[in-house]
């Protein structure tokens, strides 16, 4: 309300777009009539849109929902050739997003958080903090209403700024500068590392020689800088960007494929190219539960559910502990499971290397997953360590009390 007071103010030209959840009943209806009300008698068109929440059964709610607008946000700016999309982040959005890539991994390079100005996102508030947008709201009688839903933890962005955020500023007063400090050591990490990728490759050709004499440590950052720059930009584990390092090892005429990624040794020099055979990304089958008492074939794995143990079978999972129904998918990039016997989770990458699966046929593996998305087995695709075909999840363990199991064999 804060951004379209000033729109309004500074004259601008807008389409002011609401998106509806529907999860708080008639709260959710009353902040779409204030937007709407207000967007009206200021003269803005508004279009509003309402979603389904039951579309995001089985999905990470939040992650939904942001994918729903920003799609909306985007046709809609080509449909009325807008020069931008224009969002009220403020600083204490941007401090939560970068401890959110901190806490989940993230390399030094996405630190630097959300930028005022991206090429398509326009974000004109993130140097004030929320208490500033208050305090001018309330200095200029602006209307506005409070989601209730934030004051939930349930979600990390909320826990963040509920319960993470107060106690930190009592123990370490000023210590959202210091987190926003990070953004300019991230420009620096970044040009260090263009730096570098220019020195050892050129357009699509790495090369051998310049990249070898990198410290070992320093080539995975470098070598995700290049593919950023060709264009290859994506979400790489730590596992995969070692193995597409360790690119020197192949032999001339060797390729070596990782995600997205095709990388080709030729002589003294490293080509980088899409992977334009991919893998089977639309490979998936859905397993319901009331279909596999008799035994069902899928991709070559049969699923059948039995009441007892079976010694002859190759992986099995506690029935009662799974979600049905059950999806067998591709592997994607940060997938993640509970490997049995383990404590915490290891990407699915990450695990492919462990048990020596060929770097070639690493995307061919598959996981089970449940409708909460919970990844409860890997299919391997060919024999690995001790002749597995598969490990099963801490999540979906058979114990003594267990009634029902789901066994998976292989032909």
């Given amino acids: 309300m804060a951004l379209l007071y000033l729109f309004h103010e500074l004259n601008l030209d807008g389409l002011v777009v609401h998106v509806n959840y529907a999860r708080r009943g008639k709260e959710s209806d009353t902040d779409q009539e204030l937007v709407e009300q207000i967007a009206f008698s200021w003269g803005f068109e508004c279009c509003s849109i309402r979603l389904n929440p039951e579309d995001a059964k089985g999905e990470n709610f ?26 009220a982040h403020h600083r204490d959005d941007q401090v939560e997003t970068i401890l959110q890539k901190i806490f989940r991994g993230s390399a030094p390079t996405a630190w630097q958080g959300m930028r005022v100005w991206d090429g398509e996102l326009f974000r004109p508030l993130l140097s004030f903090s929320k208490q500033d947008l208050l305090t001018f709201c309330e200095a200029e009688a602006i209307p506005f209403r409070i989601d209730e839903s934030n004051k939930s933890s349930e979600y990390a962005r909320n826990f963040l700024r509920n319960e993470f955020t107060p106690k930190m500023n009592t123990l370490f007063p000023g210590w959202k500068k210091n987190v926003l400090n990070l953004t300019e050591q991230a420009q620096t990490f970044e040009a260090s590392m263009n730096i570098l990728a220019d020195q050892v490759s050129s357009s699509n050709f790495i090369h051998r020689e310049k990249f070898n004499e990198l410290p070992a440590i320093l080539k ?36 070596l ?103 070639h046929l690493k995307e061919k593996a598959l996981v089970l997953c449940g409708s909460d998305s919970t990844i409860y087995a890997i299919i391997y695709p060919v024999s690995a360590v001790n002749g597995e075909r598969g490990a099963v999840s801490e999540m979906a363990k058979y114990n003594s009390t267990s009634q029902t199991f789901l066994t998976i064999n292989f032909t």
């Fill in 220 to 255: 995975p950052a470098v070598l995700k800088t290049i593919l950023d720059q060709v264009g290859l930009e994506g979400e790489y584990s730590k596992g995969q960007l070692k193995e597409l390092a360790e690119v020197d090892s192949l032999q001339t005429g060797k390729k």
């Fill in 62 to 87: 939040q992650e939904w929902a942001r994918n729903q607008r920003y799609q909306f946000f985007r046709d809609l700016k080509g449909d009325f050739k807008a020069d931008a999309i224009v969002t």
């Fill in 257 to 359: 494929r990782i995600g997205n990624v095709l990388l080709i040794r030729d002589r003294n020099e490293i080509r980088i190219e899409p992977d334009k055979e991919g893998r089977d990304s639309d490979k998936i089958a859905i397993l319901n539960k009331h279909s596999i008492d008799k035994e069902v074939e899928k991709f070559g794995i049969k699923f059948k559910l039995k009441s007892r143990l079976s010694k002859k079978a190759g992986l099995q999972l506690d029935s009662d502990k799974l979600a049905w129904p059950l999806a067998l998918r591709t592997w994607e990039a940060g997938d993640a499971f509970h490997p049995l016997g383990m404590d915490g989770h290891q990407k699915i990458s990450d695990h492919l290397t462990n048990r020596k699966i060929p770097s």
